[in-house]
């Protein structure tokens, strides 16, 4: 199947395949307000999955659900992410995708910076908690 962007009326913005579905089924962590996935190393990565026949040793996951590394999540004692965006796309509710893509589309991808056209935000995955570890 080729990779398409679609607008699903349920969850607003999709894609076909999710980079970080396939590491949450793989054991690698948990999403979170930001609809981020918090790993081992943070919420502020990149990562992509190979599709393979395989056979590996599965991952031992050390969490309950797919939001168990979220601090609002496990015990509400956090929302730093939703004072962090800009766009007002993050509420105790959740991470809104056509606000956030909104914001995106209108305010940073008009920016420039040294030369260099700004691509995405991800305001919410820096200086929070679960930047580079799972939140304690
Ligand atoms: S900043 Fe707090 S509430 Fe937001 S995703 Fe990280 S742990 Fe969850
Ligand atoms: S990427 Fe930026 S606009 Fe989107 S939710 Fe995060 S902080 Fe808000």
């Given at each position: ?85 800009p ?17 995106v589309?209108?305010q940073v991808r008009s920016e420039e910076r040294s030369g260099v056209k700004i691509a995405g935000c991800g305001l919410?995955?820096t ?10």
């Open positions: 199947m080729k990779w398409n962007r679609l607008h699903d009326p349920r969850v607003g913005l999709a894609s076909t395949w999710s980079e970080r579905h396939a590491a949450y089924a793989a054991g690698l962590g948990t999403f979170s307000l930001t609809d981020g996935l918090i790993t081992a190393r943070g919420m502020a990565h990149r990562c992509g999955s190979i599709i393979t026949d395989l056979v590996l040793e599965p991952t031992r996951r050390d969490y309950a659900g797919p939001y168990g590394y979220c601090l609002h999540y496990r015990d509400k004692s956090c929302g730093i992410c939703i004072d962090r965006c766009g007002g796309a993050i509420t105790e509710n959740g991470h809104d995708k056509d606000l956030c893509e909104a914001y589309r209108k919410c995955q200086n929070v908690p679960c930047e580079r570890e799972i939140p304690k």
